[in-house]
């Protein structure tokens, strides 16, 4: 689905006039401070980022969304399914973002349960999250998600949370 509406938000396919949210959100060092390799620092980088979640929604139909208060062009975050190989295994990974003034309103934990609603009979769908980030266990697991295990994972320690 490239579009969804939630209760508070409007959840959409991710276009290449999403560059410059991307950018300030991935860029922003309060976003990427569980990242192991940082915020991203240029846009060139963000570009790049964008790139693979547009091909993503080309090329399998499926992918990451803006999320927006309806009938906002502000990006809150995004987020949603792509495609990932973790320990050998396909799965979908689910993935949130929010800018921090997004952050305490429960929109992370809407957008993965939408997310996991639309990864239903697709595969796998888990979320791979630093073990000491516990902001981001706390919404997999609101979103029905449950650890299932530890891996090394981008050279860090983390949580592989299942559907």
């Given amino acids: 689905m490239e579009v969804v509406q939630t209760a508070r938000m409007v959840l959409s396919r991710v276009t290449a006039d999403d560059l410059d949210a991307v950018h300030e959100i991935h860029s922003d060092p309060r976003t990427s401070e569980y990242h192991p390799s940082g915020p991203v620092t240029d846009l060139e980088s963000s570009r790049a980022m964008l790139d693979l979640w547009l091909a993503d929604w080309e090329e399998r139909g499926i992918g990451y969304w803006a999320a927006r208060r309806p009938g906002e062009r502000y990006v809150l975050g995004f987020g949603g399914l792509r495609p990932a190989l973790v320990e050998d295994e396909e799965v979908l ?20 349960r939408a997310a996991l609603r639309m990864g239903k009979g697709r595969g796998t769908v888990v ?7 516990v902001p981001s266990h706390r919404v997999a697991e609101r ?11 981008g050279g860090v320690p983390s949580d592989v949370y299942v559907a």
Avoid: Q
């Fill in 93 to 112: 990974n689910l993935y949130y973002r929010f800018r921090p003034s997004a952050w305490g309103h429960g929109y992370a934990v809407e957008l993965a």
């Fill in 127 to 133: 979320a791979v999250i630093r073990d000491v980030n």
């Fill in 143 to 153: 979103a029905g998600m449950r650890k299932d295990r530890t891996i090394p994972y």
